[in-house]
């Protein structure tokens, strides 16, 4: 079983950075992908980036030039710098990975709320 522990969200202004933590543990032999979900009141949950264990990224057009993923292997920990919020980043961010095992399980984290307010 794997167990994924996110930290780092709160409240900020608009302009504001926030940086995510997750932390995966457990049975892990290896990590392939690690990304960052997020739901917003209302709306279907949605890919903000994700990272491969090449170190490729990828993230969605809402937050290029704006967010950074970032993983240590070692640690097996991934990162998401969040800087430049703005008001409709606010959601609950879901941590992701997938594992390389057989069938490629997959597994959440149960969310950290970021809200972005003046």
């Known amino acids: 079983q794997v167990q994924l522990v996110e930290s780092g969200g709160g409240l900020v202004q608009p302009g504001g950075s926030l940086r995510l933590s997750c932390v995966a543990s457990g049975t892990i032999f290896s990590i392939y992908t690690m990304g960052w979900y997020r739901q917003a009141p209302g709306k279907q949950r949605e890919l903000v980036a994700g990272?491969?264990?090449?170190?490729?990224?990828n993230y969605s057009d809402s937050v290029k030039g704006r967010f950074t993923i970032s993983r240590d292997n070692g640690k097996n920990t991934v990162y998401l710098q969040m800087n430049s919020l703005k008001p409709e980043d606010t959601a609950v961010y879901f941590c992701?990975?997938?594992?390389?095992?057989?069938?490629?399980?997959?597994?959440w984290g149960q969310g950290t709320q970021v809200t972005v307010s003046s």
């Open positions: 992701h990975v997938v594992l390389i095992a057989p069938l490629l399980p997959d597994y």
């Open positions: 990272i491969i264990s090449g170190g490729s990224t």
